[in-house]
């Protein structure tokens, strides 16, 4: 299955691919995951309506190298059959490749009829759209030629793809069963060493797109990419993303993407629609997905954020909101996972303790303007380690050290400061920490340097 790195991170619309990857590879199948160093450059058109915006060489081979690290953590299983995940560049035979040999080898066996035939060429293709360029109506030959090479080198006979890559796929079978054909009746001209695959077992495979709730695509093009590096999306994000879905959409994903049982899946449904507030799919797709992404610590961390942020047990009305328990457990989960996606800022003692509520909130990133941060208070939506600002007292709140909670710099425990053993929270080796909130979902952790 091929990667693109386009993006210096993996999206969540990767999850179903590489999930069907890892699941063939602890069958006991070999799985290659292709970073397309070079056909990033060129950029699929497939499911586009504009040409994609063009990267540096320099930026592809970054991305490319923060991808293969991702690919080869994220295949990794622990069964005993199978070996472990084989990530490959296409760089490695494309990047010298001779415009001739590829014309005149793989070329030769590309019908033009057939590639103007596909649905993305004819729409670009028509008066007033914006046209196709000839670097991307030759990326299926070069996707293709990728597949030739893995047949040859590596006995590749299946490519995976999503869905909207079936027209590639389609080209791709063709020309491998057409160029190992015409490779066995002249003498194969493959390389010393490396073994043609037989022409009658090249397979192409989609699987599903995942999709948001109004039926479009998740992934980058959109901006609405939720990512799977936590520098960019934290674990506690990406935790909430899928812990807000509907039922229906959550017991669909934990069959597509998790181990859980096609039972249990169907009684978690079942639970939420009785009870949407407990969430019971969503609450396990989320720890599953997360446990798998980011690991077992972070997604604990954003469990316990989350039971302690919306569990009716702790926020019901007759309950008794904890504010400092729910501040503290959200701010382990931001630590945990390292923050990222806008979810953490750093700023000087100075910057914030004596400074007042709504300058840090400018200063931090929480708000664009202190004027948009004093509309956001005088509307009931700012909250200072979960607890509710006052519209009107705390117009000129000057935050104090009081304010500040402490990550223990042994235990990573979060608590008020001054609640340790050592009152002087600002002399002691931990971390001091101020959570803010703008409306209901989002958070800033600010650290305090």
Not at 134 to 156: I, T
Not at 158 to 185: C, F, K, P, Y
Not at 329 to 346: D, E, F, R, S
């Amino acid at each position: 299955m091929g990667f693109d790195p386009t993006a210096p991170s993996l999206h969540v619309g990767h999850l179903i691919g590489l999930r069907l990857l890892l699941q063939l590879q602890t069958a006991g199948l070999p799985a290659i995951a292709l970073v397309g160093g070079v056909t990033a450059v060129v950029g699929d058109p497939s499911g586009r309506s504009s040409a994609r915006t063009a990267l540096s060489p320099e930026e592809v081979r970054h991305n490319a190298q923060r991808l293969h690290a991702m690919l080869l953590r994220l295949l990794q299983h622990t069964g005993e059959a199978g070996g472990g995940p084989m990530v490959l560049d296409n760089s490695a035979w494309l990047a010298d490749l001779r415009v001739t040999d590829l014309l005149t080898g793989a070329g030769r066996h590309m019908r033009i009829g057939a590639m103007l035939g596909k649905e993305n060429v004819r729409t670009r293709l028509v008066p007033g759209a914006a046209g196709l360029s000839f670097a991307e109506f030759a990326y299926p030959l070069l996707q293709g030629y990728d597949w030739v090479h893995l047949a040859r080198a590596h006995d590749c006979r299946v490519q995976i793809g999503g869905s909207d890559q079936w027209g590639n796929l389609v080209d791709g079978a063709g020309l491998v069963r057409q160029m190992l054909d015409s490779e066995t009746h002249r003498g194969s001209d493959a390389p010393a060493g490396q073994a043609s695959a037989p022409e009658s077992d090249i397979v192409g495979i989609t699987c599903p797109l995942l999709v948001d709730s109004t039926g479009a695509k998740l992934g980058k093009s959109g901006g609405n990419a939720v990512w799977l590096d936590a520098d960019l999306t934290s674990p506690y994000e990406l935790y909430q993303y899928f812990r807000r879905l509907d039922g229906a959409t959550a017991h669909t994903l934990l069959k597509q993407l998790t181990d859980v049982s096609l039972e249990e899946a169907a009684r978690l449904a079942n639970e939420q629609e009785a009870n949407a507030a407990g969430a019971a799919a969503a609450g396990k797709l989320a720890e599953e997905v997360v446990s798998w992404v980011h690991g077992a610590e972070a997604a604990a961390a954003a469990s316990n954020a989350t039971a302690a942020l919306y569990s009716t047990s702790v926020r019901g009305a007759n309950a008794g909101f904890d504010a400092r328990e729910a501040a503290a457990a959200l701010a382990n989960a931001l630590v945990v996972g390292g923050g990222g996606g806008g979810a953490t800022a750093n700023l000087t003692w100075a910057d914030v303790v004596g400074a007042q509520l709504l300058d840090v909130c400018a200063l931090s990133g929480l708000t664009k303007s202190k004027g948009e941060a004093r509309r956001l208070l005088a509307a009931g939506g700012l909250a200072c380690n979960e607890e509710r600002c006052d519209p009107k007292a705390d117009v000129k709140r000057v935050i104090t050290e009081a304010d500040l909670l402490q990550i223990d710099a042994g235990t990573r425990e979060c608590v008020r400061a001054g609640q340790g053993d050592d009152e002087d929270s600002h002399a002691v080796a931990n971390t001091s920490v101020l959570l803010l909130r703008a409306g209901k979902k989002k958070h800033l952790l600010i650290t305090l340097t």
